[in-house]
């Protein structure tokens, strides 16, 4: 009785190495950046602060269920927030649960949507500089993304072509709610960036460009907002899309992380019966889009989607193809998905080993 | 079945809760004023510790804009996902028919009949002066 759900869980996964695609370490605090930042910024980080585009600077537009949107066991003994102590990491996360790769997504001050436009490109360098000594040199299986200032494309460029080649860096990552639709123009040299050095974009839902997460308007509840995230995300594949970014970038990859993906086949059918009737609007699409969302997009498992029977899920990852979907467990945040118990669909070996470790391999190209 | 000696009375004063491991399972052990409850240390979801959950209260409301607050400190919430689970029985509150995290019976026991046994008490040191915490299993 008391083990109801956990009886039909999945056997445990603790044999396979995992890959997991959403972990995010975290900084103490912003001094932690001090010795990767010039004095002219470390004055300007003291004096003006982090300023985004968004209102009531120092809150956040996202709501929390928890201190810090961690689980509660995810506070270091020794001190510091959720994330931030990579001996804690690795006992709580790496270790225990035999992870062979964890994609780093930091998500408390970035450069990438700085209103400072040089002091977000400065700020990025500091990170990625932070991430690069303090993390994954630190333990090898952790891996960084790049991140940069999405709205200041020729400082992006820098940026990834600073890192480019430095296998401790698998992706690149900008805010995904960008000023303008991210499918548009003016994003693309980051794109055509990122492609020509092999790099996939890992779009972990974050920043603000002043709207809403969700297109209703502000929510009352965080239960009511929470899957905005998803409807957010589904936008933004939309306009990469639409747009042609892919046609238009062969070789472009883009990853949807922490949007979970029961959505993910039914915008592609929507899609291609638009794109059936209005293809004349869109001419550059010389494909039905689902096939460019099946050619160059993955997508993170978490937050999971939990069907009343378990088994159901198994039909809406076949339709999306087994390919696509990456493991993720978003450790340390409340809504963590346990690789041994969050996947209660019952998977083949072959796709067990897709899903936790394979698919992510070579989208990451783990394997060079 | 046998008698288990898990704790002082004294160690886990009200609102407070211990981890115990009886015969190798892990029970996170209660104390709401002065009474004494064991829940299982695995949350039927995910897996997720119940011991560090917090203790919280029930919210009710029949209506919108309406609501009731009671039993504070009964209810513990876990500390992944917040699933809220009643202290005194283990349901659930998202689906108390189906699911809950299995209690066990505690008991409080005084030294003088600790002493005499037949108890399990294996990491607790016992005297006739002390209460005890014991769970059956």
Redesign the interface.
């Known amino acids: 009785?008391?083990?109801?759900?956990?009886e039909r869980a999945a056997a445990p996964a603790a044999r396979l190495m995992l890959v997991d695609c959403d972990v995010h370490h975290a900084l103490r605090s912003p001094a932690d950046l001090h010795p990767y930042l010039s004095q002219r910024w470390r004055e300007h980080l003291k004096t003006y602060g982090s300023r985004k585009p968004t209102p009531f600077t120092g809150a956040s537009p996202f709501f929390k269920?928890?201190p810090a949107l961690s689980?509660?066991?995810t506070w270091p003994p020794a001190g510091g927030t959720p994330g931030s102590d990579l001996a804690f990491m690795q006992e709580q996360l790496l270790d225990r649960y035999g992870i062979e790769a964890g994609m780093l997504h930091l998500l408390s001050i970035t450069g990438m949507d700085q209103r400072n436009q040089d002091f977000g490109a400065a700020l990025c360098r500091a990170i990625n500089e932070w991430q690069y000594a303090e993390w994954t040199q630190q333990d090898r299986r952790l891996k960084a993304a790049i991140v940069v200032p999405g709205e200041d494309a020729p400082a992006a460029i820098a940026e990834i072509e600073h890192w480019a080649g430095n296998r401790d860096f698998c992706q690149v990552s900008l805010v995904t709610h960008t000023i303008e639709p991210m499918g548009r123009r003016r994003y693309w040299p980051i794109f055509e960036a990122a492609a020509a050095n092999g790099l996939p974009i890992g779009l972990h839902s974050s920043g603000s460009n002043g709207h809403a997460i969700s297109p209703a308007g502000w929510s009352s509840f965080y239960t009511e907002e929470h899957h905005s995230i998803a409807i957010s995300q589904q936008g933004l594949v939309s306009s990469l899309v639409c747009e042609g970014v892919f046609s238009r970038i062969p070789a472009l990859k883009v990853v949807i992380v922490e949007a979970g993906l029961a959505w993910v086949p039914s915008l592609c059918w929507r899609l291609d019966r638009h794109w059936a009737r209005m293809r004349d609007e869109v001419p550059h699409l010389t494909r039905p889009p689902s096939e460019y969302i099946r050619e160059q997009m993955w997508f993170t498992t978490q937050p999971m989607d939990e069907p009343e029977n378990p088994d159901d899920l198994r039909d809406i990852l076949s339709w999306l193809g087994w390919d696509r979907i990456l493991f993720a467990t978003d450790y340390p945040h409340?809504?963590?998905?346990?690789p041994?118990?969050?996947m209660k669909v019952s998977l083949t070996e072959q796709q067990r080993r897709m899903v936790f470790r394979d698919n992510a391999r070579s989208v990451y190209g783990l394997d060079k | 079945m046998s008698k288990h000696v898990v704790a002082t009375v004294a160690e886990i004063p009200p609102g407070k809760r211990k981890l115990v491991t009886v015969r190798g399972r892990s029970i996170a052990v209660f104390n709401l004023d002065g009474e004494f409850y064991g829940l299982f240390n695995r949350c039927p979801h995910q897996g997720g510790p119940m011991c560090e959950g917090i203790l919280t209260g029930l919210i009710q409301s029949n209506e919108p804009g309406h609501y009731e607050y009671s039993r504070a400190g009964e209810i513990l919430r876990c500390p992944w996902h917040g699933w809220e689970f009643d202290v005194r029985t283990g349901q659930s509150f998202c689906d108390p028919s189906k699911i809950s995290v299995r209690s066990y019976p505690m008991e409080v026991a005084p030294g003088q009949t600790v002493v005499q046994g037949p108890y399990v008490a294996e990491t607790i040191p016992v005297t006739v002066e002390e209460q005890y915490v014991v769970v059956e299993m």
């Open positions: 009785m008391s083990q109801t759900l956990l269920s928890a689980r509660k066991d409340w809504d963590f998905d346990d041994d118990t969050a």
